[in-house]
């Protein structure tokens, strides 16, 4: 095999393979003749089928997988070699004139090269680092907000100034029609709130859209319309009101402290306070710290110029999702993606430059930190450590890169399928007995398992994961199935992961399709 590679300009090659008989012709005679005694035709023995009808059978298509696997081969290790930093990945070049019968071909891929740039991190203006502080009226705000939520709730049948009011948003004609509990803070003007005062459960509240919530958020929440609905509107709605709740604040005692912060951790008002403005400057930080992260990315993004292979990058946007995009549509893509490419490519360089490292404790603890700020904003004020494991190790392995823990993620998947397979097997004897010796009726029986099986599924998971919240998430690649993947020729079609490249016909041509690396 030939590889050469033509550089157009900085960031754009074409790599070219030249592959002869010498390369595969082996491997594709050992995968027939494998084939050949096994292959089950009718009219021959098994073993004896002739050797001229499995290569006009299957020659073919073996071919062609094994061309595909040495250009997978060939250029991984090619990319490696000459340490190119490539974005996206190779495009193949459609060919219309490939010919199948020949020895020897020829193949072409486009590659879209990194750029090279230096990164400033010097500003003539400085970034701020802002320190953010509870005021009393947060901390006012905050106590009370505890107090509600913990307070009991009354049932009305008229509406308050502080009560929580249950109805149904409504105008026909721009498809309007929402469930939803307010409260008189988020409506903007007196003259609208005036409308909620006094009145009873079961009557019809007329209101305009415009100029009705503080928030521009709650009419899209509130009325559930789209971000482009809510721009600008203005129409009449009714609000039913069908409940009215009022709240009384739960005394701020040791019991309510307990609720909030365990056993004694917290002993008068003036501690919930402390405890609170503490808390609360905690999460400030996160957010500030975050301010900052913006800021930076907006800085090292705006300042530090280079050149994208565009006209690549839009190529290989067309083909790189589960459906093929037209120009227009990748170049959209492109366009709404470029920033974030920008970043990333600036933030490998200083990473890579100043070797820098995270583990996985250090990763464990900041999500950890993270959650607590974010429990924090909905009155969970003391997560166990439990609580905080349990979601930071979720949160973590998300983050962590695929070639530091693929691996144990990959053996993780194997058991998983091995187990599916096992219980999978137990349920189809379970069906077997009961529409053989209990003569039942097979679709009964089969729609009666299926519907016990994820239940009992789930059942089991909490019982043995101690969560009342089961979540299955996560993605694997597989590039082969252990045991399953070795066997000759149906391995390698069936188990194992598809090359980056798949040449398929099309019409009188043989066009490439991407597949994932």
């Known amino acids: ?92 070049k459609a060919q219309d004139d490939l010919d199948w019968n020949s020895d020897s071909f020829s193949f072409e891929f486009e590659l879209g090269l990194a750029p090279n740039f230096d990164v400033k991190l010097t500003s003539k203006k400085p970034l701020k680092h802002y320190k953010i502080i509870a005021d009393k009226k947060m901390i006012d705000d905050q106590v009370k907000h505890l107090q509600k939520q913990y307070g009991k709730i009354i049932a009305k049948q008229e509406v308050s100034q502080d009560d929580e009011i249950t109805g149904v948003f409504k105008n026909e004609e721009h498809d309007i029609e929402n469930s939803t509990t307010i409260t008189l803070d988020k409506i903007k003007g007196k003259a609208n709130a005036k409308k909620f005062i006094g009145a009873k459960v079961g009557d019809v509240i007329t209101l305009k859209t415009k100029g009705l919530f503080n928030e521009d958020q709650d009419v899209i929440n509130m009325l559930k319309v789209s971000d482009d609905a809510a721009k600008g509107l203005n129409v009449e709605v009714t609000f039913t009101v069908n409940e009215v709740n009022a709240r009384e604040l739960a005394d701020l005692d040791q019991d309510l402290f307990d609720k909030l912060f365990g056993k004694d951790n917290v002993k008068s008002a003036t501690e919930l306070r402390e405890k609170i403005k503490e808390d609360a400057e905690k999460q400030f930080v996160q957010q500030s710290d975050q301010k900052l992260l913006n800021d930076v990315t907006e800085f090292l993004v705006e300042n530090t110029k280079f050149d994208l292979p565009s006209n690549f990058l839009q190529k290989w946007i067309q083909t790189a999702g589960d459906e093929e995009l037209d120009e227009n549509q990748a170049k959209e893509e492109y366009e709404k993606s470029e920033k974030s490419m920008r970043y990333q490519l600036i933030e490998g360089k200083l990473v890579t430059e100043n070797n820098l490292q995270v583990n996985f404790d250090e990763l464990k603890e900041f999500s950890k930190k993270m959650i607590i700020g974010q429990m924090a904003q909905f009155g969970q004020m003391n997560p166990s450590d439990k609580e905080l494991d349990d979601i930071a190790l979720d949160r973590s392995f998300r983050k962590v890169s695929d070639a530091t823990y693929g691996a144990r993620s990959q053996r993780i998947a194997f058991i998983g399928l091995l187990v599916g397979a096992i219980v999978g097997a137990v349920f189809s004897i379970f069906h077997a007995f009961a529409a053989i010796n209990m003569k039942s009726n097979q679709i009964i ?48 079609l069936f188990f194992k992961t598809p090359p980056i490249v798949v040449w398929q016909k099309t019409g009188a041509s043989m066009r490439p399709r991407m597949e994932p690396w």
Do not use: C, W
């Not at 009808?53 to 250029?75: F, P, R, S």
């Open 1 to 92: 095999m030939n590889i050469t590679r033509e550089n157009i300009d900085t960031l754009n090659a074409v790599i070219k393979l030249d592959i002869s008989k010498e390369d595969y012709g082996d491997k594709v005679e050992k995968i027939l003749t494998d084939y050949r005694k096994t292959a089950n035709i009718p009219g021959f023995r098994k073993g004896h089928v002739p050797m001229g009808m499995v290569k006009k059978q299957y020659g073919k298509a073996v071919l062609i997988d094994e061309v595909n696997k040495l250009i997978q081969d060939a250029l991984s290790k090619y990319l490696v070699e000459e340490k190119l930093d490539v974005l996206g990945n190779p495009l193949p």
């Open 445 to 492: 029986s089969a729609t009666a398992l299926n519907m016990f099986a994820p239940a009992f599924a789930i059942f089991t998971a909490r019982t043995f994961f101690e969560t009342q919240k089961v979540s299955l998430s996560g993605s694997y690649r597989i590039p082969s199935v252990p045991l399953l993947g070795d066997i000759p020729f149906i391995g390698d």
